[in-house]
């Protein structure tokens, strides 16, 4: 490629010359003096001489003529254009040089500054106190602060989940005395003005065979009552039957309410009618039956828990009143003493004691006993650690522990040669600046060994993938890479994995990114002090945004992707500790905190990147996906003139686009460059719209009314190359995308101008046709895109001219352009292969079948209809 370029050029100057040449020649011959043609041909000597050491010598970039070396100035204007020079010949290894001591340096920042001494060295010398001084035992303030720290009271809490289970619990242990109660029944059953609750309750409750003696007692009665009540009767008989006397009465405080019953169910009997009386006997004879049954459902319960609440206890002693208000009470007493909190470790003692004060006041005196068991049984420690306030608490009084301070007077023996070197006297040579620090040499070469060795992993991925990356590329890459360890040189932990990875997978593809991030999070930990779980949170996000950045087309997704960076993060963090157990200790507050704060980091992160990242493709010259859509948007202003001032040319182009994008998409090139190069690779043509067929609308053509000269119509229609080019840079174009202008023509001939230009030769002798002047100036394609493109530009002329052509002719004759394309050598630098050939024409074909189907041939109708 570089020979033919050369030769090309020699072959272009070498025709000025000829033309300078002919020139003098016709001056000789215009002069009549032959003796002065001996100095004319000296000058034509001089002439050629002078344009050889021109073309031999370089040339400026801004201008395409060649210039003379000039001598220098001066011997430093001089040495100072050589060492320029050689940096830029050398300019890979510079930036190798760069790389290897900007990380190593970064990196190993801890190695700049490292006492020659250190704790439990051998002193090499005395060292004495050169003045009095007060010195801070750093151990001994260290270790009074942290017994303070120790010894810190904590902080309790009510813990709410805690009272929730203690009120549910409260509420079935209720709920169970009103089931109890309900199978019972209501109390008191009868009217307390005819039977006391002191009586019905013993009679609810008293053994079948008192029921028993009592019911034949209330029967004596009645046979003494109807006795009495024969005729003429004496005055006796007219006493109340409370005070007729009953042998079978009983002595005793228990008998007491069996004789009350017994009183109190006579008076009733005497008093009202024997149905009456009846109803009552066996309303007691029923209640007496759930009685017992509510005992068994009080065992039947009880024996499914291991709690013994109600047993022994007054739950069924009280009135339905009674009850209602005691739930009340124990509802009220159990949440003062929650609210209040009881810590755990309280003794029983106490907690008794406590319930005791609060029921006395909330609940009626006969269900004390009730309230208090039910209270003692339900009622659980609620307290738990406020770490937050604990550690608040523990620091202000750490902060209030003074620094022990350690008198040390002048001309007083710090250490002596050959002593250990302990923690405090090295903290005393600090103080007087009597520890000599140094550079360790060793461990910066040791740590610039291993960056070399990342660095070359790096270079061997790069090749391995065929990634062509500019010393620009590298220098980006090696900023990118420097931020991480920088982030943490400062004290932040929190660094810009997210960051690099999402840039550079954007610029530079998944697998250069995620190298990048392996190989930072295998060397940080060598030099740099860091969690290991933060290494991994940060290296996922990293991961992740490399892996996905590149295949995202639009800026909201990667937006959106970095609330899945931060997500990951930050979980990944969370999970890491969740395994090792960090989450289940006493700081788990802790630990959720910094995973929000790396799931935070790692979305501000992406911001950042997404705010940098337009800066950066303009700075750098690089283009994304997400670059290359934008600039395919029809609205930009270039495409607008473009699609305006041009029209045939923009409909010419759309087509290119169409088949070079098919192409591209079936070879997995890249189709977004292709696409957005192919729109712009014609705009060139817009200096001299009417100067290209496809703008003339079927008008006249120019180059044949107007120009009449093959040699100034292939001069206009070469300038289209170098017009786009200007156009491209003066629209700030990425350079990938300007190689479309000038490549997808190569160095091919125009070929109708030179055919025109060979048949006046013929007609004129004195005409030399040089095929230079009709041939572009290149370069041929350099990449796969640029190659596409060049086939589809040239093929999209010979589809449109197919009318009814069939798929075989139209496959015949794309292989031919081909075929024609590679025996003149245009792709021999694109990677193109020659199996590809066939491949190419067949999509063009297909393509050119989707515009070119065939339709319905619709009848034609009468005027009448």
């Not at 025109?756 to 002798?765: I, R």
């Not at 794309?814 to 075929?819: G, Q, V």
Request: proline share 4%.
């Amino acid at each position: 490629m570089k020979t033919q370029q050369f030769l090309q050029s020699l072959t272009h100057q070498l025709t000025q010359w000829r033309r300078q040449y002919k020139v003098l020649c016709r001056k000789v011959k215009s002069q009549a003096v032959v003796s002065r043609g001996q100095r004319h041909k000296q000058e034509v000597y001089r002439i050629i001489l002078k344009n050889l050491l021109l073309y031999l010598l370089p040339n400026t970039a801004d201008s395409g003529h060649r210039q003379r070396r000039q001598a220098p100035k001066s011997t430093a204007k001089s040495l100072k254009n050589n060492v320029f020079s050689w940096v830029h010949e050398q300019r890979a290894s510079v930036i190798l040089a760069i790389a290897i001591v900007s990380l190593t340096g970064v990196i190993g920042h801890e190695l700049y500054n490292q006492p020659q001494m250190k704790v439990g060295t051998i002193a090499p010398q005395t060292f004495i106190a050169p003045q009095r001084a007060n010195i801070e035992d750093h151990k001994q303030t260290e270790a009074e602060r942290k017994a303070v720290k120790t010894n810190s009271a904590p902080v309790l809490m009510v813990d709410a989940q805690k009272n929730e289970q203690i009120y549910a619990h409260l509420h079935q242990v209720l709920n169970n005395g009103n089931e109890i109660r309900a199978v019972a029944g209501s109390f008191p059953f009868f009217d307390i003005s005819v039977l006391s609750i002191p009586s019905q309750r013993y009679l609810r409750s008293c053994l079948e065979s008192e029921w028993q003696k009592l019911l034949v007692n209330l029967d004596n009665l009645q046979k003494q009552h109807f006795k009495l009540s024969i005729p003429q009767p004496s005055p006796a008989a007219r006493q109340t039957p409370s005070t007729l006397s009953t042998p079978t009465l009983q002595q005793g405080s228990h008998h007491l309410d069996f004789n009350q019953a017994l009183a109190e169910l006579a008076a009733y009997r005497f008093t009202t009618l024997e149905k009456d009386t009846s109803s009552l006997i066996t309303q007691i004879s029923q209640t007496r039956e759930r009685y017992a049954q509510a005992i068994t459902k009080i065992s039947q319960i009880e024996d499914e828990g291991s709690e013994r609440v109600y047993a022994a206890t007054s739950l069924l002693e009280l009135s339905d009143e009674d009850w209602t208000e005691t739930q009340r009470g124990i509802y009220q007493s159990a949440e003062r003493i929650l609210t209040q909190g009881l810590p755990s470790g309280l003794p029983r003692r106490i907690v008794e004691d406590a319930v005791s004060l609060q029921v006395q006041i909330s609940v009626p005196e006969e269900a004390e006993s009730l309230a208090t068991k039910v209270l003692v049984t339900v009622l659980k420690p609620n307290l738990k650690q406020d770490e937050a306030e604990t550690k608040q608490q523990a620091q202000q009084a750490v902060e209030k522990v003074s620094s022990v301070m350690v008198e040390v007077r002048q001309g007083e023996v710090i250490v002596k040669k050959g002593e250990r070197i302990t923690e405090w006297k090295f903290n005393v040579l600090e103080h007087y600046h009597l520890i000599r620090r140094q550079v360790n040499w060793l461990g910066l070469i040791g740590l610039a060994g291993l960056v070399s060795v990342a660095i070359g992993i790096f270079m061997w991925v790069e090749r391995r993938i065929g990634s062509q990356l500019r010393e620009r590329d590298r220098l980006l890459i090696l900023l990118l890479a420097v931020s991480v360890p920088s982030v943490i040189a400062i004290g932040v932990p929190y660094t810009t994995w997210s960051a690099i990875g999402l840039l550079l997978g954007s610029f530079y593809g998944s697998t250069l990114a995620v190298t990048v991030v392996g190989l930072l999070s295998l060397i940080l930990p060598v030099n740099i002090e860091i969690s290991k779980m933060a290494l991994l949170a940060g290296m996922a996000g990293g991961i992740l945004s490399s892996c996905v950045a590149q295949r995202l087309r639009s800026r909201e997704e990667l937006a959106l992707l970095g609330i899945f960076i931060a997500l990951t993060q930050g979980g990944i963090y969370l999970f890491l500790n969740i395994v090792v157990g960090a989450a289940f200790r006493s700081g788990w507050y802790l630990v959720l905190q910094e995973a929000a704060f790396f799931a935070l980091s790692g979305l501000v992160w992406s911001i950042i990147a997404l705010g940098l990242s337009p800066y950066l493709e303009k700075l750098f010259d690089l283009i994304t996906p997400i670059r290359l859509a934008e600039l395919a948007n029809p609205n930009r202003p270039l495409l607008k003139r473009l699609a305006t001032e041009t029209p045939g040319t923009f409909q010419h182009t759309l087509l290119v686009a169409t088949l070079a994008e098919a192409a591209a998409k079936k070879l997995r090139c890249n189709v977004e460059l292709v696409r957005a190069g192919t729109l712009y690779h014609d705009i060139g043509k817009m200096h001299d719209p009417l100067g290209f067929i496809e703008n003339q609308m079927g008008g006249a053509n120019k180059h044949d009314t107007e120009i009449k000269d093959p040699w100034k119509s292939a001069a206009i229609i070469k300038k289209h190359v170098t017009e786009g080019l200007v156009m491209a840079k003066k629209h700030s174009l990425p350079t990938a995308i300007q190689a479309f202008i000038p490549e997808h023509q190569g160095t091919m001939a125009i070929a109708y101008f030179y055919h025109q230009a060979q048949q006046m030769a013929k007609k004129d002798p004195t005409l030399k046709v040089d095929k230079a002047d009709f041939c572009y100036d290149g370069p041929i394609p350099q990449s796969r895109e640029t190659g596409i493109v060049m086939l589809a530009d040239s093929c999209e002329a010979a589809l449109r001219s197919l009318k009814d052509a069939t798929p075989e002719q139209a496959l015949n004759m794309l292989n031919n352009i081909l075929r024609a394309k590679w025996q003149d050598e245009q792709l021999i630098d694109s990677g193109l292969t020659r199996e590809e050939m066939p491949k190419i024409a067949q999509i063009f074909v297909d393509v050119w079948q989707q515009f070119h189907h065939k339709r319905i041939a619709y009848p034609k109708l009468k005027a009448g209809s």
